[in-house]
Protein backbone atom coordinates (compact mmCIF):
# COMPACT_ATOMS: atom_id res chain seq x y z
CA UNK A 1 0.00 0.00 0.00
CA UNK A 2 1.57 3.31 -0.94
CA UNK A 3 2.57 5.76 1.61
CA UNK A 4 0.09 8.27 0.42
CA UNK A 5 -2.42 6.25 1.76
CA UNK A 6 -1.29 5.77 4.69
CA UNK A 7 -1.86 9.59 5.13
CA UNK A 8 -5.80 8.91 5.14
CA UNK A 9 -8.40 8.67 2.27
CA UNK A 10 -7.71 9.09 -1.43
CA UNK A 11 -9.80 10.53 -3.92
CA UNK A 12 -9.03 9.68 -8.20
CA UNK A 13 -10.48 12.42 -10.08
CA UNK A 14 -11.82 12.54 -13.11
CA UNK A 15 -12.76 14.64 -16.30
CA UNK A 16 -13.24 13.16 -19.51
CA UNK A 17 -14.54 15.15 -22.25
CA UNK A 18 -12.50 18.33 -23.30
CA UNK A 19 -9.42 18.79 -21.77
CA UNK A 20 -9.67 15.43 -20.05
CA UNK A 21 -7.88 15.01 -17.16
CA UNK A 22 -6.55 13.04 -14.28
CA UNK A 23 -5.86 14.04 -10.55
CA UNK A 24 -5.16 12.15 -6.83
CA UNK A 25 -6.13 14.50 -3.83
CA UNK A 26 -5.74 13.15 -0.13
CA UNK A 27 -7.02 15.46 2.77
CA UNK A 28 -4.11 17.54 2.45
CA UNK A 29 -4.69 18.64 -1.00
CA UNK A 30 -3.93 17.82 -4.61
CA UNK A 31 -1.49 14.83 -4.60
CA UNK A 32 -1.15 14.41 -8.66
CA UNK A 33 -2.90 16.32 -11.70
CA UNK A 34 -1.85 15.61 -15.31
CA UNK A 35 -3.82 16.33 -18.58
CA UNK A 36 -4.23 14.00 -21.41
CA UNK A 37 -3.16 15.49 -23.94
CA UNK A 38 0.20 15.70 -22.24
CA UNK A 39 0.41 12.07 -23.01
CA UNK A 40 -1.55 11.42 -26.06
CA UNK A 41 0.18 14.49 -27.74
CA UNK A 42 -3.85 15.33 -28.84
CA UNK A 43 -4.58 19.15 -27.60
CA UNK A 44 -7.15 19.56 -26.18
CA UNK A 45 -8.12 15.73 -25.58
CA UNK A 46 -11.50 15.08 -25.54
CA UNK A 47 -12.05 11.90 -23.93
CA UNK A 48 -11.75 9.29 -20.88
CA UNK A 49 -7.88 10.20 -19.82
CA UNK A 50 -7.45 6.52 -19.56
CA UNK A 51 -3.27 7.01 -19.97
CA UNK A 52 -3.29 9.59 -17.67
CA UNK A 53 -5.09 7.57 -14.76
CA UNK A 54 -2.36 4.66 -15.48
CA UNK A 55 0.64 7.38 -15.17
CA UNK A 56 -0.89 8.38 -11.78
CA UNK A 57 -0.86 5.44 -10.69
CA UNK A 58 2.46 4.41 -11.82
CA UNK A 59 3.81 7.81 -10.06
CA UNK A 60 2.45 7.05 -6.78
CA UNK A 61 3.07 3.91 -6.81
CA UNK A 62 -0.87 3.05 -5.93
CA UNK A 63 -3.25 0.60 -7.13
CA UNK A 64 -7.12 0.49 -7.27
CA UNK A 65 -6.86 -0.93 -3.74
CA UNK A 66 -5.48 2.69 -2.48
CA UNK A 67 -8.14 4.52 -4.29
CA UNK A 68 -11.64 5.31 -1.80
CA UNK A 69 -13.28 7.45 -3.83
CA UNK A 70 -13.83 8.09 -7.58
CA UNK A 71 -14.82 11.36 -8.64
CA UNK A 72 -16.20 12.54 -11.80
CA UNK A 73 -16.98 16.00 -13.19
CA UNK A 74 -20.11 15.78 -14.55
CA UNK A 75 -23.71 14.72 -13.36
CA UNK A 76 -24.62 12.25 -15.74
CA UNK A 77 -23.14 9.11 -14.14
CA UNK A 78 -20.84 7.12 -16.66
CA UNK A 79 -21.60 3.82 -15.08
CA UNK A 80 -25.06 2.87 -14.14
CA UNK A 81 -24.59 -0.48 -13.72
CA UNK A 82 -22.67 0.30 -10.48
CA UNK A 83 -24.82 0.69 -7.12
CA UNK A 84 -22.20 2.28 -5.45
CA UNK A 85 -22.41 5.88 -6.51
CA UNK A 86 -24.20 9.46 -6.00
CA UNK A 87 -24.55 12.13 -8.27
CA UNK A 88 -24.10 15.67 -6.61
CA UNK A 89 -25.98 18.43 -8.58
CA UNK A 90 -25.41 22.08 -9.12
CA UNK A 91 -26.61 23.36 -5.97
CA UNK A 92 -25.46 20.63 -3.89
CA UNK A 93 -28.44 18.25 -4.02
CA UNK A 94 -27.44 14.31 -3.83
CA UNK A 95 -29.12 11.25 -5.15
CA UNK A 96 -28.33 7.35 -5.66
CA UNK A 97 -29.23 4.03 -5.51
CA UNK A 98 -27.88 3.79 -2.11
CA UNK A 99 -25.93 6.69 -0.44
CA UNK A 100 -26.94 9.30 1.59
CA UNK A 101 -27.00 13.07 0.83
CA UNK A 102 -23.81 13.52 2.79
CA UNK A 103 -22.15 10.13 3.88
CA UNK A 104 -19.23 9.50 5.57
CA UNK A 105 -16.00 7.06 4.57
CA UNK A 106 -16.16 4.08 5.93
CA UNK A 107 -13.85 1.12 4.90
CA UNK A 108 -15.40 -1.70 3.63
CA UNK A 109 -13.54 -5.52 3.06
CA UNK A 110 -13.13 -6.10 -1.13
CA UNK A 111 -16.04 -7.87 -2.88
CA UNK A 112 -15.67 -9.94 -5.91
CA UNK A 113 -15.77 -7.25 -9.18
CA UNK A 114 -19.15 -8.17 -11.61
CA UNK A 115 -17.58 -8.21 -15.45
CA UNK A 116 -17.86 -5.22 -17.09
CA UNK A 117 -20.97 -4.77 -19.42
CA UNK A 118 -20.33 -4.66 -23.29
CA UNK A 119 -19.24 -1.87 -24.63
CA UNK A 120 -22.11 0.42 -26.14
CA UNK A 121 -22.06 0.39 -29.71
CA UNK A 122 -23.73 3.83 -30.11
CA UNK A 123 -22.75 6.95 -28.46
CA UNK A 124 -24.23 9.91 -29.88
CA UNK A 125 -23.71 11.88 -32.71
CA UNK A 126 -21.27 14.59 -30.99
CA UNK A 127 -18.61 11.78 -30.51
CA UNK A 128 -19.40 11.06 -33.97
CA UNK A 129 -15.71 9.93 -35.23
CA UNK A 130 -13.93 9.34 -31.90
CA UNK A 131 -16.08 6.86 -30.45
CA UNK A 132 -13.06 5.17 -29.49
CA UNK A 133 -12.25 7.45 -27.03
CA UNK A 134 -15.43 7.76 -25.14
CA UNK A 135 -15.66 6.32 -21.83
CA UNK A 136 -17.80 3.43 -22.85
CA UNK A 137 -14.92 1.73 -24.15
CA UNK A 138 -12.91 1.76 -20.88
CA UNK A 139 -14.99 0.06 -19.00
CA UNK A 140 -12.60 -2.96 -18.98
CA UNK A 141 -9.28 -1.10 -18.72
CA UNK A 142 -11.10 0.71 -15.04
CA UNK A 143 -12.08 -3.12 -14.51
CA UNK A 144 -8.22 -3.96 -14.62
CA UNK A 145 -7.26 -1.42 -12.51
CA UNK A 146 -9.77 -2.55 -9.94
CA UNK A 147 -12.06 0.91 -10.12
CA UNK A 148 -14.98 -0.61 -10.22
CA UNK A 149 -14.84 -2.65 -7.27
CA UNK A 150 -17.66 -2.25 -5.59
CA UNK A 151 -15.59 -1.23 -2.22
CA UNK A 152 -15.01 2.19 -4.23
CA UNK A 153 -17.65 5.11 -4.01
CA UNK A 154 -18.20 6.69 -7.24
CA UNK A 155 -19.30 10.32 -6.40
CA UNK A 156 -20.32 12.28 -9.69
CA UNK A 157 -20.27 16.31 -9.24
CA UNK A 158 -21.57 18.44 -11.64
CA UNK A 159 -19.86 20.36 -14.18
CA UNK A 160 -19.68 24.22 -12.05
CA UNK A 161 -19.55 23.36 -8.75
CA UNK A 162 -16.19 20.69 -9.50
CA UNK A 163 -15.19 24.64 -10.90
CA UNK A 164 -16.00 26.24 -7.91
CA UNK A 165 -14.73 23.67 -5.20
CA UNK A 166 -11.01 23.34 -7.65
CA UNK A 167 -10.89 26.89 -6.31
CA UNK A 168 -12.29 27.46 -2.95
CA UNK A 169 -10.67 23.78 -1.86
CA UNK A 170 -7.18 24.90 -2.77
CA UNK A 171 -7.26 28.81 -2.19
CA UNK A 172 -6.16 28.34 1.25
CA UNK A 173 -8.73 31.04 2.88
CA UNK A 174 -9.45 29.35 5.25
CA UNK A 175 -10.97 31.43 8.47
CA UNK A 176 -13.80 33.95 6.82
CA UNK A 177 -16.84 33.78 3.83
CA UNK A 178 -15.08 33.28 0.52
CA UNK A 179 -17.08 34.77 -2.87
CA UNK A 180 -16.68 31.69 -5.07
CA UNK A 181 -17.21 32.63 -8.94
CA UNK A 182 -17.26 30.17 -12.23
CA UNK A 183 -17.45 31.29 -16.18
CA UNK A 184 -16.95 29.28 -19.18
CA UNK A 185 -18.54 28.40 -22.35
CA UNK A 186 -20.81 25.49 -21.07
CA UNK A 187 -20.99 22.36 -18.60
CA UNK A 188 -23.79 20.41 -17.53
CA UNK A 189 -26.33 22.96 -18.52
CA UNK A 190 -25.10 26.05 -17.28
CA UNK A 191 -22.37 28.54 -18.10
CA UNK A 192 -21.49 30.35 -14.80
CA UNK A 193 -22.46 30.25 -10.81
CA UNK A 194 -21.83 32.10 -8.04
CA UNK A 195 -21.27 30.22 -4.40
CA UNK A 196 -20.82 31.22 -0.34
CA UNK A 197 -18.03 29.68 0.63
CA UNK A 198 -18.27 28.66 4.17
CA UNK A 199 -16.32 28.74 6.90
CA UNK A 200 -16.74 25.44 7.41
CA UNK A 201 -16.12 23.92 3.94
CA UNK A 202 -19.98 24.53 2.48
CA UNK A 203 -20.16 25.94 -0.64
CA UNK A 204 -23.70 27.06 -0.97
CA UNK A 205 -25.23 28.10 -4.62
CA UNK A 206 -26.05 31.73 -4.70
CA UNK A 207 -26.99 32.03 -8.23
CA UNK A 208 -26.23 29.90 -11.81
CA UNK A 209 -26.52 31.31 -15.25
CA UNK A 210 -27.94 29.02 -18.08
CA UNK A 211 -25.60 27.62 -21.14
CA UNK A 212 -27.54 29.85 -23.32
CA UNK A 213 -26.33 33.10 -21.88
CA UNK A 214 -22.88 32.31 -21.46
CA UNK A 215 -20.77 35.27 -21.71
CA UNK A 216 -17.44 32.45 -22.61
CA UNK A 217 -19.94 31.46 -25.53
CA UNK A 218 -20.06 35.12 -26.48
CA UNK A 219 -16.21 35.47 -26.69
CA UNK A 220 -15.67 31.98 -28.22
CA UNK A 221 -17.80 33.26 -31.07
CA UNK A 222 -15.76 35.86 -31.97
CA UNK A 223 -12.75 34.00 -31.55
CA UNK A 224 -14.12 31.93 -34.07
CA UNK A 225 -15.00 34.48 -36.49
CA UNK A 226 -11.68 36.08 -35.78
CA UNK A 227 -10.25 32.91 -37.97
CA UNK A 228 -8.92 31.37 -34.36
CA UNK A 229 -10.16 27.66 -33.33
CA UNK A 230 -12.40 28.54 -30.31
CA UNK A 231 -11.92 26.86 -27.36
CA UNK A 232 -8.18 27.35 -28.00
CA UNK A 233 -7.50 30.57 -29.64
CA UNK A 234 -8.90 32.92 -27.08
CA UNK A 235 -5.95 34.19 -25.68
CA UNK A 236 -5.18 35.34 -29.77
CA UNK A 237 -8.28 37.57 -29.51
CA UNK A 238 -6.81 38.69 -26.17
CA UNK A 239 -3.86 39.60 -27.79
CA UNK A 240 -5.20 41.12 -30.64
CA UNK A 241 -7.63 43.43 -29.03
CA UNK A 242 -4.74 45.18 -27.88
CA UNK A 243 -4.06 46.84 -31.12
CA UNK A 244 -7.68 48.06 -31.13
CA UNK A 245 -8.51 51.53 -30.73
CA UNK A 246 -11.43 52.78 -27.51
CA UNK A 247 -13.19 55.70 -28.10
CA UNK A 248 -15.60 53.53 -30.80
CA UNK A 249 -19.29 52.60 -30.21
CA UNK A 250 -19.10 48.74 -29.25
CA UNK A 251 -21.53 46.98 -31.20
CA UNK A 252 -21.50 44.34 -28.82
CA UNK A 253 -22.91 47.20 -26.01
CA UNK A 254 -25.96 45.26 -24.07
CA UNK A 255 -25.51 41.30 -25.84
CA UNK A 256 -24.76 40.05 -22.49
CA UNK A 257 -25.50 41.62 -19.72
CA UNK A 258 -25.83 40.91 -15.81
CA UNK A 259 -28.80 40.88 -13.85
CA UNK A 260 -28.47 39.68 -10.07
CA UNK A 261 -25.58 37.76 -10.23
CA UNK A 262 -26.62 36.16 -13.26
CA UNK A 263 -25.33 37.48 -17.24
CA UNK A 264 -28.30 37.05 -19.58
CA UNK A 265 -27.60 37.34 -23.20
CA UNK A 266 -29.80 38.87 -26.13
CA UNK A 267 -28.51 35.79 -28.05
CA UNK A 268 -29.56 32.39 -26.99
CA UNK A 269 -26.49 30.45 -28.14
CA UNK A 270 -26.83 27.55 -30.41
CA UNK A 271 -23.69 24.72 -31.19
CA UNK A 272 -22.58 23.01 -34.19
CA UNK A 273 -20.54 20.63 -35.06
CA UNK A 274 -16.74 22.76 -35.80
CA UNK A 275 -15.27 19.92 -37.94
CA UNK A 276 -18.69 19.44 -40.34
CA UNK A 277 -18.56 23.56 -40.46
CA UNK A 278 -14.66 23.66 -41.52
CA UNK A 279 -14.02 20.47 -43.07
CA UNK A 280 -10.38 22.07 -44.11
CA UNK A 281 -9.41 23.05 -40.73
CA UNK A 282 -10.51 20.04 -38.98
CA UNK A 283 -8.99 19.59 -35.50
CA UNK A 284 -8.69 16.02 -34.16
CA UNK A 285 -11.39 16.14 -31.02
CA UNK A 286 -15.35 16.60 -31.94
CA UNK A 287 -15.08 20.49 -30.65
CA UNK A 288 -18.07 22.33 -30.85
CA UNK A 289 -18.70 25.62 -32.72
CA UNK A 290 -21.12 28.26 -31.93
CA UNK A 291 -23.62 29.38 -34.67
CA UNK A 292 -23.95 32.51 -34.06
CA UNK A 293 -20.51 33.21 -35.34
CA UNK A 294 -21.80 33.67 -38.61
CA UNK A 295 -23.65 37.12 -37.39
CA UNK A 296 -20.24 38.16 -35.73
CA UNK A 297 -18.66 37.47 -39.00
CA UNK A 298 -20.84 40.60 -40.74
CA UNK A 299 -18.83 42.63 -38.24
CA UNK A 300 -15.82 42.59 -40.05
CA UNK A 301 -17.21 44.28 -43.00
CA UNK A 302 -17.02 47.27 -40.96
CA UNK A 303 -14.40 46.76 -38.78
CA UNK A 304 -10.70 44.86 -39.14
CA UNK A 305 -9.74 42.37 -36.96
CA UNK A 306 -8.17 44.23 -34.02
CA UNK A 307 -10.95 46.54 -33.81
CA UNK A 308 -13.51 43.71 -33.65
CA UNK A 309 -10.84 41.85 -30.99
CA UNK A 310 -11.06 44.71 -28.63
CA UNK A 311 -14.88 45.34 -28.88
CA UNK A 312 -14.92 41.78 -27.87
CA UNK A 313 -12.54 41.98 -24.83
CA UNK A 314 -13.75 45.21 -23.35
CA UNK A 315 -17.52 43.97 -23.45
CA UNK A 316 -16.06 40.75 -21.40
CA UNK A 317 -14.13 42.99 -19.24
CA UNK A 318 -17.33 45.03 -18.41
CA UNK A 319 -19.23 42.08 -18.11
CA UNK A 320 -17.02 40.62 -15.75
CA UNK A 321 -16.50 42.97 -13.29
CA UNK A 322 -20.15 43.24 -13.21
CA UNK A 323 -20.70 40.12 -12.25
CA UNK A 324 -18.14 39.54 -9.84
CA UNK A 325 -19.36 42.89 -8.43
CA UNK A 326 -23.15 41.35 -7.51
CA UNK A 327 -21.44 38.26 -6.77
CA UNK A 328 -19.22 40.15 -3.67
CA UNK A 329 -22.68 41.73 -2.70
CA UNK A 330 -25.13 38.58 -2.89
CA UNK A 331 -22.45 36.98 -1.33
CA UNK A 332 -21.29 39.69 1.41
CA UNK A 333 -17.71 38.17 1.47
CA UNK A 334 -14.52 40.30 0.30
CA UNK A 335 -12.12 37.41 -0.50
CA UNK A 336 -12.68 36.08 -4.24
CA UNK A 337 -11.85 32.71 -5.51
CA UNK A 338 -12.63 32.19 -9.10
CA UNK A 339 -12.43 29.38 -11.65
CA UNK A 340 -13.54 28.06 -15.36
CA UNK A 341 -12.05 28.83 -18.80
CA UNK A 342 -13.19 32.24 -19.18
CA UNK A 343 -11.29 33.27 -15.77
CA UNK A 344 -7.94 32.67 -17.87
CA UNK A 345 -8.42 36.31 -19.57
CA UNK A 346 -5.42 38.23 -17.39
CA UNK A 347 -6.90 41.11 -18.72
CA UNK A 348 -10.00 40.85 -17.23
CA UNK A 349 -8.79 39.34 -13.69
CA UNK A 350 -6.55 42.44 -13.62
CA UNK A 351 -9.51 44.95 -14.04
CA UNK A 352 -11.28 43.05 -11.33
CA UNK A 353 -8.45 43.28 -9.21
CA UNK A 354 -8.02 47.38 -10.13
CA UNK A 355 -11.61 48.25 -10.27
CA UNK A 356 -13.13 45.96 -7.22
CA UNK A 357 -10.61 45.16 -5.02
CA UNK A 358 -10.96 42.31 -3.33
CA UNK A 359 -9.28 42.00 -0.18
CA UNK A 360 -7.77 38.55 -1.62
CA UNK A 361 -7.72 37.36 -5.01
CA UNK A 362 -7.51 33.99 -6.04
CA UNK A 363 -7.26 32.51 -9.79
CA UNK A 364 -7.00 28.70 -9.88
CA UNK A 365 -4.08 27.97 -12.13
CA UNK A 366 -5.83 25.03 -13.88
CA UNK A 367 -9.01 27.25 -14.47
CA UNK A 368 -10.27 25.83 -17.71
CA UNK A 369 -11.95 22.33 -17.47
CA UNK A 370 -8.73 20.44 -17.51
CA UNK A 371 -8.65 21.51 -13.68
CA UNK A 372 -11.79 19.90 -13.16
CA UNK A 373 -10.59 16.84 -12.41
CA UNK A 374 -8.97 18.20 -9.03
CA UNK A 375 -11.92 19.95 -8.29
CA UNK A 376 -14.22 16.60 -8.34
CA UNK A 377 -12.05 15.02 -6.35
CA UNK A 378 -11.33 17.67 -3.85
CA UNK A 379 -15.25 18.02 -3.75
CA UNK A 380 -16.20 14.16 -3.12
CA UNK A 381 -13.41 14.14 -0.07
CA UNK A 382 -15.47 16.91 1.34
CA UNK A 383 -18.26 14.69 1.11
CA UNK A 384 -16.69 11.87 2.92
CA UNK A 385 -15.89 14.07 5.90
CA UNK A 386 -12.41 13.73 4.40
CA UNK A 387 -11.09 17.73 3.80
CA UNK A 388 -12.98 21.16 3.59
CA UNK A 389 -10.13 23.52 2.38
CA UNK A 390 -6.51 23.53 2.28
CA UNK A 391 -4.20 25.20 -0.21
CA UNK A 392 -2.26 24.71 -3.65
CA UNK A 393 1.79 25.07 -2.61
CA UNK A 394 3.19 24.26 -6.04
CA UNK A 395 1.43 23.51 -9.23
CA UNK A 396 3.98 21.36 -9.97
CA UNK A 397 1.33 18.31 -9.85
CA UNK A 398 2.53 16.29 -13.02
CA UNK A 399 4.80 13.55 -13.06
CA UNK A 400 8.70 13.32 -13.60
CA UNK A 401 11.82 11.53 -14.88
CA UNK A 402 14.71 10.84 -12.89
CA UNK A 403 17.97 11.67 -14.54
CA UNK A 404 18.74 7.52 -15.76
CA UNK A 405 15.37 8.00 -17.08
CA UNK A 406 16.19 11.03 -19.03
CA UNK A 407 19.92 9.72 -20.03
CA UNK A 408 18.61 6.73 -21.23
CA UNK A 409 16.43 8.89 -23.91
CA UNK A 410 19.46 10.83 -24.70
CA UNK A 411 21.48 7.54 -25.18
CA UNK A 412 18.55 6.48 -27.94
CA UNK A 413 18.19 10.15 -29.93
CA UNK A 414 21.02 10.72 -32.91
CA UNK A 415 22.29 14.12 -33.67
CA UNK A 416 22.60 15.54 -30.41
CA UNK A 417 25.34 16.82 -28.43
CA UNK A 418 25.06 16.20 -24.46
CA UNK A 419 26.95 18.08 -21.93
CA UNK A 420 26.31 16.66 -18.67
CA UNK A 421 26.58 19.62 -16.71
CA UNK A 422 24.89 18.79 -13.28
CA UNK A 423 25.81 21.94 -10.83
CA UNK A 424 26.84 23.88 -13.72
CA UNK A 425 23.44 23.89 -15.41
CA UNK A 426 21.70 26.96 -14.37
CA UNK A 427 25.20 29.33 -15.07
CA UNK A 428 25.44 27.41 -18.50
CA UNK A 429 21.32 28.47 -19.36
CA UNK A 430 22.31 31.64 -18.07
CA UNK A 431 25.13 32.01 -20.69
CA UNK A 432 23.77 30.90 -23.59
CA UNK A 433 20.23 32.82 -23.14
CA UNK A 434 23.23 35.92 -22.94
CA UNK A 435 24.45 35.01 -26.32
CA UNK A 436 20.69 35.25 -27.52
CA UNK A 437 20.11 31.35 -27.43
CA UNK A 438 16.52 30.29 -27.36
CA UNK A 439 16.50 27.33 -24.72
CA UNK A 440 13.69 24.83 -23.69
CA UNK A 441 13.46 23.47 -20.34
CA UNK A 442 12.77 20.38 -18.92
CA UNK A 443 13.05 20.12 -15.00
CA UNK A 444 10.87 18.30 -12.31
CA UNK A 445 7.40 17.89 -12.30
CA UNK A 446 5.05 18.69 -14.85
CA UNK A 447 2.91 22.04 -14.31
CA UNK A 448 -1.09 22.08 -14.04
CA UNK A 449 -2.81 24.17 -16.30
CA UNK A 450 -2.07 26.08 -20.09
CA UNK A 451 0.60 28.24 -18.46
CA UNK A 452 4.05 26.88 -18.08
CA UNK A 453 5.51 27.57 -14.94
CA UNK A 454 9.32 27.01 -15.64
CA UNK A 455 9.67 23.03 -15.53
CA UNK A 456 8.80 22.92 -19.42
CA UNK A 457 9.12 26.31 -20.10
CA UNK A 458 11.16 28.16 -23.34
CA UNK A 459 13.60 30.93 -21.83
CA UNK A 460 14.53 33.57 -23.71
CA UNK A 461 16.81 37.23 -22.83
CA UNK A 462 13.94 39.82 -22.67
CA UNK A 463 15.84 43.09 -22.87
CA UNK A 464 15.84 42.96 -27.01
CA UNK A 465 12.20 43.08 -28.38
CA UNK A 466 13.47 41.27 -31.57
CA UNK A 467 13.60 37.71 -29.91
CA UNK A 468 9.87 37.65 -29.71
CA UNK A 469 10.03 37.25 -33.62
CA UNK A 470 12.44 34.74 -32.83
CA UNK A 471 10.53 32.71 -31.31
CA UNK A 472 7.75 33.26 -33.62
CA UNK A 473 9.64 32.08 -36.34
CA UNK A 474 11.50 29.06 -34.58
CA UNK A 475 8.86 27.48 -32.52
CA UNK A 476 5.40 29.49 -32.32
CA UNK A 477 4.95 29.40 -35.75
CA UNK A 478 1.63 31.71 -34.08
CA UNK A 479 0.60 35.48 -34.61
CA UNK A 480 2.94 38.64 -34.12
CA UNK A 481 0.76 40.14 -31.87
CA UNK A 482 0.12 37.78 -28.81
CA UNK A 483 2.89 38.73 -26.25
CA UNK A 484 4.94 36.66 -24.20
CA UNK A 485 5.52 36.93 -20.38
CA UNK A 486 8.11 37.55 -17.65
CA UNK A 487 9.59 35.64 -15.12
CA UNK A 488 10.76 37.29 -12.33
CA UNK A 489 12.99 37.44 -9.51
CA UNK A 490 10.62 38.10 -6.19
CA UNK A 491 13.03 40.85 -4.77
CA UNK A 492 13.24 42.46 -8.28
CA UNK A 493 9.39 42.37 -9.10
CA UNK A 494 8.79 45.96 -7.61
CA UNK A 495 10.80 47.71 -9.69
CA UNK A 496 8.54 46.99 -12.95
CA UNK A 497 4.75 47.81 -11.57
CA UNK A 498 2.90 49.04 -8.88
CA UNK A 499 1.01 46.78 -6.05
CA UNK A 500 1.12 43.32 -5.19
CA UNK A 501 4.05 41.13 -6.31
CA UNK A 502 2.27 37.74 -5.60
CA UNK A 503 1.66 36.63 -8.86
CA UNK A 504 2.95 32.57 -8.95
CA UNK A 505 0.44 31.27 -11.82
CA UNK A 506 0.18 34.11 -14.47
CA UNK A 507 -3.69 34.90 -13.95
CA UNK A 508 -3.12 38.16 -13.84
CA UNK A 509 -1.81 41.57 -16.30
CA UNK A 510 0.03 44.32 -14.71
CA UNK A 511 0.39 47.59 -15.63
CA UNK A 512 4.63 47.55 -16.78
CA UNK A 513 6.50 50.52 -15.15
CA UNK A 514 8.91 52.69 -17.11
CA UNK A 515 11.83 50.88 -16.20
CA UNK A 516 10.44 47.75 -17.24
CA UNK A 517 9.21 49.25 -20.71
CA UNK A 518 13.20 50.50 -20.91
CA UNK A 519 15.10 47.18 -19.45
CA UNK A 520 12.81 44.61 -20.50
CA UNK A 521 10.65 45.45 -23.70
CA UNK A 522 10.72 41.81 -24.69
CA UNK A 523 8.00 40.63 -22.26
CA UNK A 524 5.74 44.05 -22.46
CA UNK A 525 2.82 43.87 -24.42
CA UNK A 526 1.86 46.88 -26.96
CA UNK A 527 -0.74 48.05 -24.84
CA UNK A 528 2.03 48.02 -21.60
CA UNK A 529 1.19 45.51 -19.76
CA UNK A 530 2.42 42.26 -18.72
CA UNK A 531 1.56 39.10 -17.33
CA UNK A 532 4.21 38.04 -14.95
CA UNK A 533 5.43 34.79 -12.82
CA UNK A 534 7.11 36.01 -9.81
CA UNK A 535 10.02 33.28 -8.71
CA UNK A 536 11.10 32.33 -5.74
CA UNK A 537 13.43 29.47 -4.03
CA UNK A 538 10.68 28.08 -2.12
CA UNK A 539 8.43 28.48 -5.27
CA UNK A 540 11.12 27.12 -7.78
CA UNK A 541 14.93 26.77 -6.53
CA UNK A 542 16.08 25.55 -10.14
CA UNK A 543 14.47 28.45 -11.95
CA UNK A 544 15.78 31.20 -9.21
CA UNK A 545 19.01 29.77 -9.77
CA UNK A 546 18.77 30.49 -13.66
CA UNK A 547 17.69 33.98 -13.26
CA UNK A 548 20.38 34.84 -10.36
CA UNK A 549 22.83 33.73 -12.84
CA UNK A 550 21.39 35.46 -15.74
CA UNK A 551 20.88 38.72 -13.39
CA UNK A 552 25.06 38.05 -12.43
CA UNK A 553 26.03 38.86 -16.31
CA UNK A 554 23.42 41.15 -17.37
CA UNK A 555 22.20 42.94 -13.96
CA UNK A 556 18.20 41.98 -14.92
CA UNK A 557 16.77 39.26 -12.59
CA UNK A 558 14.07 38.96 -15.53
CA UNK A 559 13.41 36.25 -18.51
CA UNK A 560 10.91 35.46 -21.32
CA UNK A 561 8.93 32.90 -20.49
CA UNK A 562 6.70 30.77 -22.98
CA UNK A 563 5.42 27.34 -23.23
CA UNK A 564 7.55 24.19 -24.76
CA UNK A 565 5.68 23.82 -27.11
CA UNK A 566 5.29 24.13 -30.68
CA UNK A 567 1.88 26.19 -31.87
CA UNK A 568 -0.68 23.19 -31.89
CA UNK A 569 0.91 21.09 -29.70
CA UNK A 570 0.71 20.53 -26.08
CA UNK A 571 3.15 20.88 -23.86
CA UNK A 572 6.00 18.94 -23.87
CA UNK A 573 5.19 15.92 -21.79
CA UNK A 574 8.08 13.23 -22.13
CA UNK A 575 11.86 13.69 -22.75
CA UNK A 576 11.29 12.10 -26.33
CA UNK A 577 9.37 15.42 -26.85
CA UNK A 578 11.35 17.94 -25.76
CA UNK A 579 14.23 16.16 -27.92
CA UNK A 580 11.94 16.24 -31.17
CA UNK A 581 11.52 19.81 -30.76
CA UNK A 582 15.46 20.58 -30.19
CA UNK A 583 15.84 17.90 -33.43
CA UNK A 584 13.30 19.93 -35.97
CA UNK A 585 15.19 23.46 -34.66
CA UNK A 586 12.47 25.10 -32.66
CA UNK A 587 14.58 25.64 -29.79
CA UNK A 588 18.87 26.05 -29.88
CA UNK A 589 19.01 24.85 -27.09
CA UNK A 590 17.57 21.92 -23.81
CA UNK A 591 17.83 22.27 -20.02
CA UNK A 592 16.80 18.26 -19.48
CA UNK A 593 17.20 16.83 -16.09
CA UNK A 594 21.28 17.69 -15.26
CA UNK A 595 22.08 17.65 -19.00
CA UNK A 596 22.47 20.66 -21.47
CA UNK A 597 21.61 19.04 -24.94
CA UNK A 598 22.07 20.94 -28.31
CA UNK A 599 21.80 19.52 -32.10
CA UNK A 600 24.90 17.99 -33.96
CA UNK A 601 26.03 20.59 -36.41
Known amino acids: MSTHHKAGVLALGIHCLHDASVAVCSPAGCVFALAEERVTRIKHHYGFPMEAVRIAFRELAITGQDIDIVAISTHQPLFPFQRNYVTVELDGQSSGPVLPRLWRWRPRAPKPVPPPRATASFVGTAWEGFESRHWSHFHEAMNELGLLSPRIRYVYIAHHRAHAASTFRLAGMTGEKVCVATMDGKGDGYSGSVFLGHEDGRLELIRATPAQHSLGSFYQAVTEALGFVPVEGEYKTMGLAALGKPGLPNPFDGLVEVEDGRTRSRLPWTFRSYNAVYPTKQVPNPLGSVAE ?51 LNVKANGRVRDELAPSAYFVFPDAADSGLSIGAAMEGLYLAGAATTTSLPSPYLGHRYTDDQIAATLARTPDVVVDDAGDRLPAKVAAELVRGSVIGTFQGRLEVGPRALGNRSVLADPRHPVIRERINNILKGREWFVPFAPIVLEDEAKEYWDGPIDYRHMTFTVAASPLAKERVPGVVHVDGTMRPQVVNIAANAWLQAVLEAFRRLTGVGVLINTSFNRHGLPIVGAPADALEHLRQGWVDGLAIGRYYVTRRM
Open 293 to 343: TELFREHLERYDPAQLAYFAQEHLERTMVALIRDALRLTGARRLAVAGGVM
